[in-house]
């Protein structure tokens, strides 16, 4: 007559039970930890996708002050900066689901040799769905501003 688990001298027969009853427990844990790894993962890449498009958000907004400082008129200024938010968005690959670009173009109107400056704010709502982890926000609108002097010795003829 055989014995299913036969005694082994030096082995107590309760380690022996403790290791049957073991069985199974990577598969459990496994099961409870993927989608806790998913879910960090996602964060993860919200996180990342967020602080991209804040970065180019960022230098969108710096370059269209800049260019708009450099022009003749607050006319000129409203269609340089927002020429270039629009292309620059485009090519930084950068997907907005809405965007906006406000200038104050206010500076253009003090006199010749009076400090001014051009002020350009760009907001861009960046959309999220696509990670689709439930309970994160769909979209999220990241908004920057910039400032750039105008040349006290502009010509404004």
């Known amino acids: 007559m055989t014995r299913p688990h036969a005694y082994r001298p030096g082995r107590p027969r309760s380690a022996e039970r403790r290791c049957r009853g073991d069985r199974g427990s990577e598969a459990v844990e496994l099961a409870i930890l993927l989608p806790v790894g998913v879910v960090v993962l996602a964060m993860l890449v919200v996180g990342a996708r967020v602080a991209l498009a804040g970065d180019r958000i960022s ?55 009076v400090p001014a400056s051009v002020t350009v704010m760009v907001s861009c709502t960046v959309d999220l769905s696509a990670i689709g982890v439930p309970g994160l926000p769909g979209s999220k609108t990241l908004h920057d501003t910039a400032v750039s002097p105008l040349d006290p010795a502009r010509d404004l003829r």
């Open 59 to 113: 230098g969108v907004a710096g370059t269209a002050a800049r260019d708009a400082s450099l022009a003749r008129s607050a006319a000129q200024a409203q269609r340089v900066a927002a020429s270039d938010v629009t292309a620059a968005l485009a090519g930084a690959d950068l997907h907005c689901s809405t965007s906006t670009v406000d200038v104050d173009t206010s500076g253009f109107r003090l006199p010749a040799g």
